[in-house]
């Protein structure tokens, strides 16, 4: 809505402008009503405007003088003049300066207002898009140059043959910031809300990135929730803009993200740069989440050991033993807590040791059922900490006999197929693992589980399979307006659901009803 202010002294004449007008029917707000120019002012110094009615005879300061300091607050700012019959002068001081039009006071109607307001409202919408137009067109042209530095940002990363340089612009040649940004929380974030979400997550991140930032590249060109970007100047420079950034992304998508960094000399080390800062991002492993870790640290990280052939490695075959001999769950984890926590140990080689333990504890189980899921609950953890209470949980469910084993005899099968048929019913409504886990009556973890092995998906990736299909029938079938669509297919969000759809589809909603409206 465009903000319309009312500045008049006389208290009537700005109550009977505002009860001329049904000010919300036309797109417009009447922000506020002031008795002079001054007041008016100060209230314009932190309070946009975009129409303003003012008279011109005021104390203080009059309507000229009013307009004269408005304009150079808000250039596009159309003004409407309302004068007695004796200020004649100073209305065409006033056109001069750029007024949309005058009115009377004596014979001021609410045809006449209305008029020249929808004049101010055109005017407004016209500027509007030729300042889009400009926009847009300097938007791609920034797009384009970023696309292009991100490819052969990932062209100089993967291929380590000598490469052309000519397309590096100056800021990369100079002292420039190697910054490897993991999200946190990623798994939980896929299993609310579904694989692609962390997808189009990044994307926004990446965004966000571009508009904070003069210049840089932010490219995807690692694991499925991490990010790489360029940044110019050294760490001192760069850390805390990097910090505003870590709390505008949890203010404005209430996600967590851990930093590793590093600063080098030019582009022709961006090699070692994305090394050393995705080595110093995985110490939050070890020291948390949420963290920016430097890897020119006075001390300097740890370099951990990820080679297999390490001195003393643990008999995880008689660890599995004691498990399958009810051995306290906490006992075991305290053998190998010291020996994962002990600085030796890179992530990737503590979480192939977890899996080799799980894998032993499982061999002589008569079914081995759901292991090949609790592995990946296991290789997804995050940190140190995430991993010893996912192997504490599951050896305690090992000792009550709950874990892996999923005895069948058709039921999974059954209680499954009665869980389809419930969301196939309710996937319009706000359905959740744990509603629907609770309607086939067993345990959120367990349904997850076995969800996955009876049906290839995640519960919720299954439910969004569900939203969509809906959504397309829906699109082609009737003329709802796109926000009713996704609201009828189960969707809260209607960007957020554009965004989704276009991804799994490779089509905007709209472009999708009209391929297949077409082509009935």
């Known amino acids: 809505m465009y903000r319309v202010l009312i500045v008049d002294d006389e208290p009537v004449i700005r109550n009977g402008i505002k009860a001329f007008i049904n000010w919300e029917r036309e797109g417009l707000t009447a922000t506020a009503d002031c008795a002079n120019g001054m007041e008016a002012l100060s209230l314009m110094e932190s309070l946009p405007v975009d129409i303003l009615i003012t008279d011109i005879k005021m104390p203080l300061m009059n309507g000229i003088q009013l307009m004269q300091h408005s304009l150079q607050l808000y250039p596009h700012l159309k003004v409407i003049m309302v004068s007695s019959y004796t200020d004649f002068e100073f209305v065409r001081e006033g056109l001069k300066l750029g007024a949309v039009d005058y009115l009377l006071k004596p014979t001021l109607e609410a045809e006449d207002l209305l008029a020249v307001l929808r004049r101010c409202i055109a005017s407004l919408e016209e500027e509007k898009k030729r300042q889009s137009k400009i926009s847009r067109s300097q938007l791609d042209a920034v797009y384009r140059d970023q696309r292009k530095f991100e490819h052969e940002l990932k062209r100089l990363i993967v291929l380590e043959q000598e490469c052309d340089y000519s397309w590096v612009p100056g800021w990369m040649k100079d002292r420039i910031t190697c910054v490897y940004m993991m999200l946190d929380d990623a798994q939980e974030l896929r299993e609310i809300h579904g694989n692609l979400h962390t997808q189009l997550l990044l994307e926004d991140l990446q965004e966000s990135f571009y508009t904070e930032t003069q210049e840089g590249v932010a490219a995807l060109v690692t694991s499925d929730n991490s990010l790489f970007l360029l940044l110019p100047k050294g760490l001192q420079e760069v850390e805390p803009l990097l910090l505003q950034w870590k709390q505008l992304l949890a203010r404005n998508f209430g996600v967590s993200i851990t930093l590793g960094i590093c600063s080098l000399q030019g582009i022709h080390e961006i090699r070692h740069g994305f090394a050393e800062s995705r080595h110093a991002s995985q110490e939050r492993f070890f020291q948390g989440l949420g963290k920016i870790f430097s890897a020119n640290a006075a001390q300097g990280l740890p370099r951990r050991q990820q080679d297999a052939e390490i001195d003393e490695t643990p008999d995880w075959a008689a660890l ?191 472009e999708f009803r009209e391929k297949h409206q077409t082509s009935k």
């Not at 990737?348 to 990946?376: F, M, W, Y």
């Not at 099968?413 to 969301?423: D, R, V």
């Open 320 to 510: 599995a033993e004691q498990i399958r001999g009810r051995t306290a769950a906490s006992n075991l984890i305290k053998q190998v807590h010291n020996r994962w926590s002990g600085g030796r140990l890179d992530p990737a080689r503590i979480k192939h040791e977890a899996c080799s333990l799980l894998t032993e504890t499982c061999q002589n189980s008569v079914d081995l059922g759901t292991l090949p899921e609790q592995l990946d609950h296991v290789r997804s953890a995050e940190t140190l900490e995430q991993l010893e209470g996912i192997l504490s949980r599951l050896f305690e469910e090992f000792e009550r006999g709950t874990a892996m084993n999923l005895p069948d005899k058709g039921y999974s099968g059954k209680l499954i197929t009665k869980a389809l048929s419930y969301m196939n019913t309710h996937y319009t409504e706000d359905l959740t693992l744990q509603s629907t886990a609770d309607a086939v009556h067993v345990s959120k973890s367990y349904f997850s589980l076995l969800f996955k092995k009876q049906t290839g998906q995640n519960f919720i990736d299954y439910l969004i399979d569900l939203r969509v299909r809906e959504a397309k029938r829906l699109l082609v079938l009737n003329d709802f307006r796109i926000y009713e669509v996704a609201e009828a297919a189960g969707f809260n969000d209607v960007k957020y659901f554009s965004k989704l759809f276009k991804k799994m589809t490779g089509f905007t909603p709209v």
